[in-house]
């Protein structure tokens, strides 16, 4: 089996139900539709779509002797997702963590892909398991396109995803709002079902680019549920035209980013009083800043910081300037949490008074007990 894959493309979003999956599957058919050899990857372990919005409910991906062979859409575009594996499309997939990353990296390794210009990669919401995994499995990913809708309920969980990509260092190709506005096939006259303009904000939060606002469309429903991408199904549509001008944005070539520990460098660190954790990272006496490789998943170092002098704003700062990409707390105010955010820092709170390696370890395993932010100034 060789596998030559030239670009690696992930679509994610840190919100469900923002329509990602037929943004990845209308990208695919687009770049197919532009002489493209085209994979399609869902990664979407608990929910996969693909198969439907494909219209290949009830085909079964099959052993070769080189390994699994994608389903063909056609000559241009292959698919491959666990819902092609399931006997019974109501079976619900109760997995952990190990044994989605042993799925993820056999649709990665023992697929028979062949020569690619583009596997797309469909991501499930959020930033946990599967899409660590993926980042992890791929070694080298060309660039990121993040899907939102415009309200600020999803423009929430998004920036999130943003922040994901900016911490593992992979570049974002752009942002892309769907459901933005509804325009009446018989008056065409625009209404805003959702209010906010989720993808400019987030485009100028974080210096990404805004590659275009998708519509709502009825016959984009339409299409989801007949099985056929909207590229084929209305292409002269001003939907179909939105979603062209929006993929036609990206860059041509991306560049690749090439998976080095030092970019995918993971600090996580922990307020410290009395060796254990603080109740409020403010009134710590010395931060642990433990580092982890993020493939084994093993503590490779741990240094003790005396912090600076406490006072709004200078603790995020500081802690971005040491490297860290991740903050455990046990209680942290709605502001500082901002800050932290703007600093490209996870923040995880509520969590119990132990020591750096006891919540590293859990919070590496899946395992780390989370309560009540105990501070919410």
């Known amino acids: 089996m060789a596998n030559s894959i030239e670009h690696r493309l992930l679509v994610m979003s840190g919100k469900g139900g923002v329509g990602k999956s037929s943004i990845a599957v209308n990208l695919a058919v687009w770049l197919a539709r532009q002489g493209k050899q085209v994979g399609l990857l869902d990664v979407d372990i608990h929910g996969p779509s693909i198969p439907k919005l494909l219209g290949l409910e009830g085909a079964r991906l099959q052993a070769g002797d080189d390994g699994i062979e994608p389903l063909a859409f056609d000559r241009a575009l292959k698919a491959v997702s666990i819902g092609l594996m399931l006997n019974n499309p109501n079976e619900a997939v109760i997995w952990r963590g190990p044994m989605k990353h042993n799925l993820i990296q056999q649709f990665v390794e023992n697929v028979c892909w062949g020569a690619l210009d583009y596997?797309?990669?469909?991501?499930?919401?959020?930033t946990g398991d599967e899409a660590l995994s993926t980042v992890q499995v791929l070694g080298a990913i060309d660039g990121v396109l993040i899907v939102t809708t415009p309200q600020d309920l999803a423009v929430l969980d998004v920036r999130k995803?943003?922040?994901?990509?900016?911490?593992?260092?992979l570049p974002v190709l752009g942002v892309i709002e769907n459901m933005s506005g509804f325009v009446c096939p018989h008056c065409l006259k625009r209404t805003d079902v959702f209010a906010?303009?989720?993808?400019?904000?987030?485009?100028a939060d974080f210096n990404v680019p805004h590659l275009g606002s998708i519509p709502l469309d009825p016959a984009l429903a339409l299409a989801c549920d007949a099985g056929k991408p909207f590229m084929d199904f209305a292409a002269d549509s001003p939907t179909a035209q939105a979603l062209a001008h929006a993929f036609g944005r990206m860059p041509n070539e991306p560049k690749r980013q090439i998976e080095t520990k030092e970019n995918h460098q993971m600090k996580i660190a922990i307020p410290l009083a009395g060796g254990r954790l603080s109740a409020h990272f403010g009134h710590c006496e010395q931060f642990a800043l433990?580092?982890?490789d993020p493939e084994s998943k093993i503590i490779t170092e741990q240094v003790l910081l005396n912090p600076p002098p406490h006072e709004p704003g200078v603790l995020p700062k500081w802690l971005a300037e040491q490297g860290a990409t991740a903050i455990i707390?046990?209680?942290?105010?709605?502001?500082?949490?901002?800050?932290?955010?703007d600093n490209n820092i996870e923040v995880i709170v509520g969590a119990p008074a132990e020591t750096p390696e006891e919540l590293v370890s859990n919070y590496l395993a899946g395992a780390l007990k989370t309560g009540e932010n105990i501070c919410d100034h």
């Open 119 to 126: 596997l797309v990669v469909d991501c499930p919401p959020g």
């Open 161 to 169: 995803c943003v922040t994901f990509c900016k911490q593992l260092s």
């Open 196 to 203: 906010g303009t989720g993808a400019e904000r987030i485009a």
């Open 290 to 292: 433990v580092s982890v």
């Open 329 to 341: 707390a046990g209680g942290m105010g709605q502001r500082a949490q901002r800050l932290f955010a």
